[in-house]
């Protein structure tokens, strides 16, 4: 506890000594900081605080304490707000004994061998004194609400804070003892009550576990500057009523608590450099003959701080005391440029239009006198979008319309750019990153800037700036080149949308900047065709295709490093077949028959045919089919032969052509053979190749009787059998259609019927690999090579869409042509494994081939951008971008920025990266590494930042005060870019470029002046940024008095109250002006317009001197004059100055000459001491009171003897007069 109490009377002893330093410093949010204090709980058992000296070394000291580490950040923390909020994590270790005085017998205990020894000590002694030791660890998060304001004020801050948090505590017992021989003992009863125990705590009276908890606290901190000191308590709440060890069966507290009491330290991270000044306070008074006090000046803005606005602009309206002139008076935006407002010393009141940002917007206004000094902060937030109209002087806006940090490929770039509030484009600056000026085309109207430019390979950044007398902006935009072209491609054929008859059709396109068939795919509606040909060379892409009945959508994708395209065509497949007539019965023309009636059977195939296709001709008369079936493309009627023969015609068309067919049937009386085929059938698919027949032929004596044919081709090896009338035998077939023509005749007519059979010669495909190093049938190579051509011969493939090629088990492209397949690769390093199948309408087969690609080679590094290793920057962020070989992952680079890891992009081969520079040499290492070696390459950039020009004055060089019309001034500008700009103005009017130049950063100039202060104000603007500086300069003449009432000296009047009148010529300010009357001070009225000075007293009889002190920076004039107030003088007949109560007399005589010294006690009347103060008291207030400011009066000596007794007016003369001190010039130099 003494530690304790130490660390606490310590930190506020530092604090006292810091406490006149405070400064809140509103910039740092983030703090961290550490307490120490004491542990405690409130539970069943008391806590324990003496300290125990331990009887083991291992043992810690008793004293109950515990610490603390926390981390946070404010919230709200800002100048003006009522309450600001922490949010922090605490990191809370701490430990705590707790001893009871007397036996007690009702707890129970957690821990079941604890509860084993508690029934010992009940058997012993009724009872048990317990004790604990507890070690605590807790992790919390918690909320902070603190009074900011009163701390801002007075650097006290007290607060309330709550947290939750999970807590994990160990609970031990001193229950038990040994003896000499190392046996364990119960204690006695009277060592528990002399607590002579030995505070080993071997007994675990609760297993270490982890509780969630709640807490609430308090504290009270003293602020100096980034630094904080207090005192803080927290109870934490456990939620139950064991967290001493036991549990009491008497009730009790219900819950058991836990305190945490603690000294702290608080240390805010970061800068200081945005405080708000402490009002100094008033300076007393040097002496007690100072004629004034000096008071600090006060500001009071009249806005509402902290408020929102939808406005452009904004009136501020501000009060400011203590302050002389305007050029005590700066007003000034966040960016500490100067703003322009008007100030009227009459009232005191300061009016300024300033122009609203989008977002917010801070002003300062700050008054500085030689008393002291005074800063106020207004905060605005504007809710208006950038576009909004402003009004009064806004400054400059520039938005660049291009997207920046963004990567381009093409070498030439069209920048545009909205700048507002500019009146010509003499007021813009456009530069590259070496302030290089660059051309641009500015159009009033739209407010837009445009612009081409040439793009370098790699990182190029460009400035535009806009400056005017209000202010200035300047954006920045980076645009990254990389010198690579877009893939791109048309096709050939077809070269529109197409409609075709025919389902194959072969397509062609040209595909530029591609130099590999795995950046191109082919799409057939939306599914992906991997048989084509491509010539990298002509960038030529053929494929065949199987088009689909309809629409066919032809897309083809392809892609490279510079970007990616897709072209697209239709092709329509309009799939019509032409008519095909087929004789069923009778099956050929020439037959002949006995029956007249016949049922005639013809087969017509083809597109859309239907009966109102068809046109059949008996003997040359159209016949009416509409009673005829036609099903299944198969045309069936009956009609009625006539003796003899009977010619028929038969004709089809369809929107694809027409077919025609004759044929003749001969009606005779008697019996012509007939033909009939036992078993096939016409329109018979068979696999086999050899086909049996067996026909019956009726009404023929023999085989001389018939005739056979085979496709038009006569054939033998078939027999006629006399005994059952029947012709068999075998006939070979021929692959597609076959058709087989019998012809039978007697001497009635003939008979002939042709059988119509298909052989389908289906076989199965075969696939022979014929790559180089297969050829002796090798599916398992080794090629030291990355580039391979797969090849193999397919027998029995007529379509590439029957095939299929794949490489590592993903499907790859390839080129098919009569019976050939091809596939250009691109071999991984190791085994790589192909799979070439084929599946048509006849079978399935595959073949496997494996390939070792053992060409192990070290990766290379080639660098883009930059184009050298060695080079410099005045950009800070810089993109690298390099070509990596032989690397196939992220995971085998590492790029280091100065020795520390960075991010990259890695994707085909390319890697890519933005580096951060810092001020000087930046080393960019990027190494890559595989199995068979690395590479490594060493980019240096030296960064030398875009600075921010500065404005540099000689102060010796400048006078405070002038007397001349102008003053010469010359300024360096450090920084300074080709790209700067000046504009001077004076009292907030900025001067023609004639009366300055500069040269190289040096300004030279001869600034034209008006009588009083002039408020010089230099802005240099620049595409880094820009920079103010103000100075002031008094323009002034020396002071000089003409009176005008009197206007004589010695002037006599007979009235009492009297009007003075005086010129106080060049005085400037009323404050630079004294006047004493009878050697005391009285006030006046002062009209700076027309200098005119005016006061009104009552006089004593006798002499009355006028004394005028006027004092500016450029010198000092003196004046007195004397009034002869006589009462006893007839007012004379033609009244002059004064209303006729001036009479002038000039008898020669000096009067009282010291009454012409101005006193610097402003109640010296009051305190001269003479027989005649209480008439002096009574003429004090005599002197009449002016409408304007007023001074404190002087009593004035006044006699009380008549007109004409000469020796009470000698007695008069008599009378002391104040002491002769001269008026003290107190006003200070004027300026910042």
């Known amino acids: 506890m003494k530690k304790l109490y130490l660390l606490i009377f310590t930190l506020f002893f530092l604090g006292s000594i810091h406490g006149q330093k405070n400064k809140n410093n509103y910039e740092s949010k983030w703090f961290i900081g550490f307490n120490y204090g004491a542990t405690w709980s409130s539970s069943d058992i008391a806590n324990a605080w003496e300290l125990r000296e331990p009887q083991l070394e291992t043992l810690r000291s008793t004293s109950p304490s515990g610490w603390s580490l926390f981390l946070g950040k404010s919230y709200n923390y800002e100048y003006g707000k009522v309450l600001s909020f922490d949010l922090r994590g605490r990191y809370l270790r701490g430990h705590w004994y707790g001893q009871g005085t007397e036996l007690d017998s009702s707890i129970t205990a957690i821990n079941t061998d604890a509860q084993s020894i508690y029934d010992d000590y009940n058997s012993a002694y009724g009872g048990l004194i317990p004790n604990y030791y507890t070690k605590l660890d807790r992790l919390s998060f918690e909320l902070v609400i603190h009074l900011n304001r009163l701390r801002e004020k007075t650097g006290v801050d007290p607060y309330v804070f709550g947290g939750l948090g999970f807590s994990w505590k160990s609970i031990m017992g001193d229950l038990t003892t040994l003896d000499e021989n190392g046996n364990i003992l119960i204690y006695s009863e009277d060592q528990m009550l002399n607590n002579d125990l030995d505070f080993e705590f071997e007994t675990n009276l609760i297993d270490q576990q982890k509780f969630f908890m709640p807490s609430l606290g308090f504290g009270l901190a003293y602020d100096f500057g980034n630094t904080s000191i207090g005192l803080e308590h927290k109870t934490t709440f456990t939620r139950g009523d064991q967290f001493d060890g036991y549990l009491s069966e008497v009730p009790r507290l219900e819950n058991d608590l836990y305190h945490y009491t603690s000294a702290f330290v608080r240390f805010r991270l970061g800068n200081s450099n945005h405080t708000r000044p402490q009002r100094p306070k008033p300076k007393p008074p040097s002496s007690v003959a100072d004629f004034s006090s000096c008071p600090t000046p006060i500001i009071d803005i009249l806005n509402a701080n902290n408020t929102t606005s939808s406005q452009g602009t904004l009136v501020i309206n501000a009060k400011l005391t203590n302050v002389n002139n305007v050029s005590e008076i700066e007003l000034s935006d966040k960016n500490n440029m100067p703003l322009p407002f008007d100030y009227d010393v009459n009232t005191n009141n300061l009016t300024a239009t300033v122009s609203l940002a989008p977002g917010n917007n801070t002003f300062i206004l700050k008054a500085t006198t030689n008393c002291g000094s005074d800063i106020e902060r207004l905060n605005i937030q504007n809710t208006t979008s950038s576009s909004s109209g402003f009004t009064g002087c806004p400054p400059p806006v520039v938005n660049i319309l291009n997207a920046s940090n963004v990567e381009v490929n093409q070498g030439v770039l069209s920048i545009s750019a909205q700048i507002l509030n500019i009146n010509s484009a003499s007021e813009i600056s456009f530069t590259d990153i070496n302030q290089v000026p660059l051309l641009f085309n500015y159009n009033p109207n739209s407010n837009v800037l445009s612009a081409t430019v040439t793009l370098n390979e790699g990182s190029n950044t460009f400035f535009i700036s806009g400056a005017n007398n209000c202010g200035s902006d300047t954006e920045r935009l980076n645009i990254q080149y990389t010198n690579c072209t877009q893939p791109s491609g048309v096709f050939i054929s077809p070269a529109t949308n197409l409609n075709v008859e025919s389902s194959s059709f072969l397509i062609q396109a040209r595909i530029l900047e591609i130099s590999d068939p795995s950046m191109l795919r082919l799409f057939v509606n939306n599914s992906q065709v991997f048989g084509f040909n491509f010539n990298a060379t002509t960038g030529l892409l053929q494929s065949t295709l199987s088009l689909e009945p309809g629409q066919n959508v032809i897309r083809i994708d392809f892609t490279n490093d510079c970007g990616q395209g897709t072209i697209t065509n239709t092709i329509f497949y309009n799939q019509c077949e032409t008519p095909f007539i087929e004789l069923i019965h009778p099956s050929a023309s020439g037959a002949t028959t006995n029956n007249q009636s016949q049922n005639i059977d013809i087969q017509i195939t083809g597109t859309d045919i239907s009966k109102n296709n068809i046109k059949i001709k008996l003997n040359g008369k159209l016949m009416e089919i509409s009673a005829a079936s036609f099903l299944n493309q198969l045309l069936s009627f009956s009609v009625s032969l006539s003796p003899g023969i009977n010619n028929f015609s038969v004709q089809v068309q369809n929107d694809c052509g027409s077919d025609s067919e004759e044929f003749t049937i001969n009606l005779e009386n008697c019996n012509a053979p007939s033909i009939i085929f036992n078993g096939a059938q016409t329109g018979l698919i068979t696999a086999q190749q050899s086909l049996g027949l067996n026909i019956t032929i009726n009404e023929i004596l023999g085989a001389q009787n018939i005739s056979y044919m085979l496709n038009g081709q006569g054939i033998t090896g078939m027999a006629f059998n006399t005994q059952n009338n029947t012709l068999s035998g075998n006939i070979t077939l021929a692959p597609g259609d ?391 003088i007839e007012a004379p007949q033609n009244p002059g100055n004064n209303g006729g109560n001036i009479e002038k007399i000039n008898n020669g005589k000096t009067i009282n000459s010291n009454k012409g010294n101005i006193p610097s006690n402003r109640n010296s009347g009051s305190k001269n001491k003479n027989p005649k103060a209480s008439a002096e008291k009574k003429e004090s207030n005599n002197v009449k009171k002016s409408t304007t400011k007023q001074r404190p009066t002087g009593g004035q000596p006044k006699s009380n003897t008549s007109s004409g007794n000469k020796e009470k007016s000698k007695k008069e003369k008599e009378v002391p007069a104040p002491p002769k001190t001269p008026l003290k010039n107190t006003e200070k130099g004027k300026g910042r």
């Open 738 to 1128: 076959n058709y087989f023509t019998i012809n039978a005749s007697n001497d009635c007519g003939t008979a002939i019927e042709t059988l119509h059979v298909i052989y389908n010669d289906c076989k199965d495909p075969v696939v022979s690999i014929t790559s180089p190093g297969s050829s002796n049938g090798a599916t398992d190579i080794t090629v030291s090579n990355s580039l391979y051509t797969i090849m193999a011969n397919l027998s029995n493939v007529n379509l590439a869409n029957e095939i299929s090629i794949k490489h590592n088990g993903n499907n790859i492209n390839f080129s098919f042509d009569k019976g050939k397949v091809s596939s250009n690769v691109l071999l991984r390093p190791g085994l790589n494994s192909f799979n070439i199948i084929v599946n048509t309408p006849c079978g399935e087969t595959s073949q496997n081939l494996t390939i070792v690609y053992d060409d192990c080679e070290p990766p290379t590094i080639t660098l883009k951008v930059p184009n050298n290793n060695a080079t410099e920057s005045n950009s800070q962020k810089v993109q690298i971008i390099a070509k990596l070989s032989n690397i196939n992952d992220a995971g085998q680079i590492t790029v280091l920025n100065n020795g520390l890891s960075i991010p990259f992009a890695f994707n085909n081969g390319i890697i890519k990266t933005l580096v951060i520079l810092i001020d000087g040499m930046n080393t960019i290492v990027i190494n890559a590494k595989n199995p068979c070696g690395e590479d490594t390459e060493n980019i240096s950039i030296n960064y030398e930042p875009c600075l921010v020009p500065e404005i540099s004055l000689d102060p010796s060089s400048i006078p405070s005060v002038i007397m001349t019309s102008s003053v010469p001034l010359t300024a360096m500008i450090n920084n300074y870019a080709a790209g700067t700009t000046m504009t001077i103005s004076v009292n907030g009017h900025s001067i023609a470029n004639s009366y300055f130049q500069m040269t190289n950063g040096t300004v030279t100039a001869n600034i034209p002046l008006a009588n009083g202060m002039n408020t010089i104000s230099i802005y240099a603007v620049s595409p880094c940024g820009s920079d103010a500086e103000t100075i002031s300069i008094l323009r002034c003449k020396n002071p000089s008095v003409n009176w005008i009432n009197p206007a004589l000296v010695n002037t006599v009047v007979t009235s009492e109250s009297f009007t003075l009148q005086a010129m106080a010529n060049n005085a400037l300010e009323e404050s630079n002006i004294r006047l004493a009357f009878n050697g005391a001070e009285i006030p006046f009225s002062y009209n700076s317009n027309t200098e005119l000075l005016s006061a009104t007293v009552n006089l004593i009889p006798g002499n009355n001197v006028f004394a005028i002190r006027i004092q500016n920076t450029c010198g000092v004039a003196n004046s007195n004059i004397t009034v002869i107030y006589n009462p006893t």
